[in-house]
């Protein structure tokens, strides 16, 4: 199919959801991809599939409908460029969960965020760079990725607002739920993957199991709950698979 099938919408991917098992094709190498049991529970995967060096490959994108059909085209789209540059868009997603998942502590991730995310693409990358030495390293750099909870954001914060800096602080929590998000997104690419395989496996068996625990949400918050535009809060709303604690995961 040449390019991608603007007829195919949420509802038709809803109704073939609702039919059972399915691996359908959306256009340009986009597939919707869902075991009998997911299909049972209105989820699925979004998966690339295209040729790199000869060779037939894939490469999920993430799980419907957290993920949505405008953003699974998107990524599609921007993966296709990387084709067209000569790139493999999966290799480049395994190399880039390999290095976030071995960063030793918050500077090293930070390090890698900028030489993958910013440097490339910023004019002035040595801004984003100054802001962190400054305002985030000397506080929260030695410590491990996964012990980084959200007072310890709060602290940086805080101090920044108290210097007298509300509009540094707010470009600090921009970057550093970039950074985190980039770190989550990373640690969850090889879990998507092997959902992906594991839904395959599972029609190819005519198995039902369920597939505990893949594509969940976190709980919603109770009314009790304090709900202000907090890190974590910031983190889940993007990555709504992740857990409360975004940071609380096996790397």
Request: aromatic content about 4%.
């Amino acid at each position: 199919m040449n390019g991608l099938d603007k007829t195919v919408t949420d509802r038709t991917l809803k109704g073939w959801l609702a039919s059972g098992p399915v691996d359908r094709g959306i256009g340009d190498g986009l597939t919707f991809v869902a075991s009998e049991a997911s299909a049972g529970r209105a989820k699925a995967s979004c998966v690339l599939r295209y040729r790199h060096a000869g060779r037939q490959r894939e490469k999920v994108l993430g799980r419907y409908p957290e993920l949505t059909l405008k953003d699974a085209r998107e990524q599609a789209r921007k993966d296709r460029a990387l084709l067209q540059q000569g790139s493999d868009p999966a290799a480049l997603k395994r190399e880039e969960a390999l290095l976030a998942q071995q960063a030793r502590d918050v500077e090293h991730l930070g390090e890698i965020w900028l030489q993958r995310h910013i440097e490339p693409r910023y004019k002035h990358p040595q801004v984003v760079r100054r802001i962190l030495d400054r305002h985030v390293h000397p506080r929260i750099g030695k410590l491990a990725v996964p012990a980084v909870r959200e007072h310890h954001i709060d602290d940086v914060l805080t101090a920044i607002v108290r210097a007298g800096a509300p509009t540094v602080a707010n470009d600090v929590l921009h970057y550093l739920f970039r950074m985190f998000h980039f770190a989550v997104q990373a640690a969850n690419a090889e879990s998507r993957a092997d959902a992906a395989r594991r839904e395959r496996t599972l029609d190819a068996a005519g198995g039902t199991k369920t597939l505990a625990g893949s594509g969940s949400l976190p709980p919603s918050p109770s009314d009790g709950e304090d709900t202000r535009c907090s890190f974590v809060t910031l983190a889940r709303a993007s990555t709504p698979t992740a857990p409360l604690s975004i940071l609380s995961i096996s790397w």
